[in-house]
Nanobody, 129 residues
Framework: QVQLVQSGGGSVQAGGSLRLSCVAF????????MGWFRQAPGKEREGVAA????????YYADSVKGRFTISQDNAKNTMYLQMNSLKPEDTAMYYC??????????????????????WGQGTQVTVSS
């Protein structure tokens, strides 16, 4: 049974940093597409970043490029999202997601929610001005 468990998040002032973690239970991923998404109140869930665990290729939304870094630790079955220079518009519920076949990454559709099969429980990030 695959389960993604998130940790991290919280409240921070603008310009601050936070790190999110996502631990995968139930499988050992090696060539999967893992992604981070976020959803603000009244808005659709949007892709933030993704990583293809087989080769380490990373993908970012334009809005977070240069500020956020996605990474993986295969030994710990864990994915991270380091968020620096946070802005109030980054405030949202953040979710990690997994596509076990990797298609979301190598097809170029990493930002599409329907490409992912498993989701974490979500963690709130609040950035105050």
């Amino acid at each position: 049974q695959v389960q993604l468990v998130q940790s991290g998040g919280g409240s921070v002032q603008a310009g601050g940093s936070l790190r999110l973690s996502c631990v995968a239970f139930g499988y050992t991923y090696s060539t999967y597409c893992m992604g981070w998404f976020r959803q603000a109140p009244g808005k659709e869930r949007e892709g933030v970043a993704a990583i293809y665990t087989g080769g380490g290729n990373t993908y970012y939304a334009d809005s977070v490029k240069g500020r956020f870094t996605i990474s993986q630790d295969n030994a710990k079955n864990t994915m991270y999202l380091q968020m620096n220079s946070l802005k109030p518009e980054d405030t949202a519920m953040y979710y990690c997601a997994s596509d076990p076949w990797g298609y979301a990454c190598y097809s170029g559709s990493w930002f599409t929610t329907s490409e992912y099969n498993y989701w974490g429980q979500g963690t709130q990030v609040t950035v105050s001005s």
